[in-house]
């Protein structure tokens, strides 16, 4: 018994080695925080190149992440593209994984498997990318994305049904709208356009982001190029929205001297993931060991703890880490946007909460990793108590004193080992405002004034774009006041 139980201090070493790595991760988010308040995206994202083994291999799919992310601010679209598609790869290994392990983070905690990415997360990965193309003028590249999108959107609604708030991307099927339109394909525009609208109808009640206006004029434009058949229905549908209302015909053709100029504004730090603890009774925990199926090593260690578990008093106490997130505040509420020093542009409108929609993923599983959380501590609380019984049982002076105090480290291990998993996606914005003007093609200067809640302008950015004419040039700007 004393001899299977030593060979299960290995794990203990790896949870150590996981909570020395985590802190050491967290230190170089806030080197990477620091520089990109500065502006300095290539900087950042050079100093993660060197921070790889710092990472390691169970977060491979963060470091790609955080990488492709900061080269895309720092403009380097191209290397960006090229880590989405490694954050891609690990993203697909690490969740067929987790879907197939089901309970399969029983004996340590859930950091040391690896990183699968949140499903909007994932979803994200295609956002970005698609940029990426649009900006390096590689359409059919972008269209791609958009495809993987989809794809992985319906694959979400297999896998998990309606289990989860966020089932659909209503900013990433504006994108796909935009793409599509962009090509001549007005068929595939209208559809990705109004499946826009319906998703941003849910965001509404879920986020509190509602339709951008400028998405209505979209859908209606599209509807027009289509047929007098689709512009009634899509009227009917969507509160007789008239393209007219919002912008012209973007048809090269017609207006072979002007373009679109999309800007993004990607605002704020995204909220953070932190550990909180909360300790309860063994006899509860208990009982959600009882509610979990396990199977191999697990069901062993189950079978093992169960033969001790009626001796354990109910009335002990484990302790429970569980994640929570925590609103990383800025002050920047709303931009004006002014061209050539003359043209006023707007409004720029919310199209995605990135950090509403994290909050409301995380509320929607917490009560399956609350209950994994307590039947892991309640499993390690009763393999340690099962050590010390079997040392007290023994005739061996020498075994009860080694098996008393292995039993000792095994507790200390049970509430040390216990970590929840903070593990996210911190270079990601918190909200995505966008605005889209069609202007004269040709070089453009704009400046743009953040403004906080109380009409103040807290930040300015200038500069200059080239506005392809009968295309979309896009400008990427990041704040995080």
């Not at 050079?46 to 720092?74: C, F, I, K, T």
């Not at 100029?261 to 063994?282: A, C, T, W």
């Not at 309640?378 to 023994?394: F, M, R």
Request: aromatic residues 8%; charged residues 25%.
């Amino acid at each position: 018994m004393l001899e299977a139980h030593r060979t299960r201090t290995a794990p203990a070493l790896a949870a150590l080695g996981c909570v020395l790595a985590c802190a050491t991760v967290t230190r170089v988010n806030r080197e990477v925080d620091d520089m990109v308040a500065g502006h300095r995206y290539a900087d950042a994202a050079r100093l993660l190149e060197r921070s790889q083994d710092v990472y390691g291999e169970r977060n491979r799919l963060l470091w790609d992440l955080e990488r492709a992310m900061l080269l895309h601010l720092a403009g380097e679209y191209e290397a960006s593209n090229t880590a989405f598609e490694d954050a891609k790869a690990a993203a697909e290994w690490s969740y067929t994984r987790s879907v197939s392990q089901g309970f399969g983070r029983l004996a340590l905690n859930d950091r040391v498997v690896d990183y699968a990415g949140e499903n909007f997360e994932r979803a994200m990965i295609h956002v970005f990318a698609a940029i990426n193309y649009m900006q390096l003028g590689k359409r059919d590249e972008a269209l791609v994305e958009a495809r993987q999108l989809d794809h992985l959107l319906r694959r979400f609604a297999t896998d998990h049904g309606d289990r989860y708030t966020y089932q659909e991307d209503a900013f990433g099927r504006y994108l796909t709208g935009m793409l599509y339109e962009g090509a001549g394909d007005f068929d595939d525009a209208y559809i990705a356009y109004w499946r826009a609208l319906e998703a941003y109808e849910r965001y509404e009640r879920s986020y509190g982001v509602g339709i951008p206006a400028s998405l209505r004029g979209a859908g209606a434009r599209a509807a027009r190029r289509l047929g007098e058949a689709q512009h009634r229905e899509f009227r009917e549908r969507w509160d007789g929205a008239d393209a007219g209302e919002f912008s012209p015909d973007r048809s090269p053709l017609l207006a072979p001297f002007t373009g679109d100029l999309v800007i993004l504004h990607y605002n704020g730090h995204s909220p953070r993931k932190v550990e909180q603890f909360m300790d309860m009774s063994f006899g509860k925990g208990w009982a959600y060991v009882n509610a979990t199926t396990t199977e191999g090593v697990e069901a062993d260690d189950v079978a093992t703890a169960a033969a001790v578990a009626a001796s354990i008093p109910a009335s002990d106490t484990i302790r429970v880490a569980l994640p929570r997130y925590v609103e990383s505040p800025h002050a920047i509420r709303r931009v004006q946007v002014r061209l050539d020093d003359a043209l006023l542009v707007g409004p720029v409108e919310l199209v995605q909460d990135v950090g509403a929609i994290a909050m409301r993923d995380l509320e929607d599983r917490i009560w399956s990793i609350r209950a994994r959380a307590i039947a892991r501590a309640a499993i390690k609380y009763a393999l340690a108590k099962s050590v010390s019984a079997a040392a007290e049982q023994s005739d061996d002076q020498n075994v009860r004193t080694v098996g008393l105090v292995v039993g000792a480290l095994l507790r200390a291990y049970t509430v040390a080992s216990e970590r929840a998993d903070t593990r996210s996606w911190s270079a990601i914005p918190d909200e995505i405002w966008m605005v889209e003007a069609r202007v004269p093609s040709g070089q453009r200067r704009y400046d743009l004034a953040f403004v906080d809640e109380g009409g103040r302008v807290v930040e300015r950015r200038s500069g200059t774009v080239r506005v392809a004419p009968g295309a979309r040039s896009f400008v990427i700007v990041r704040t995080v006041q």
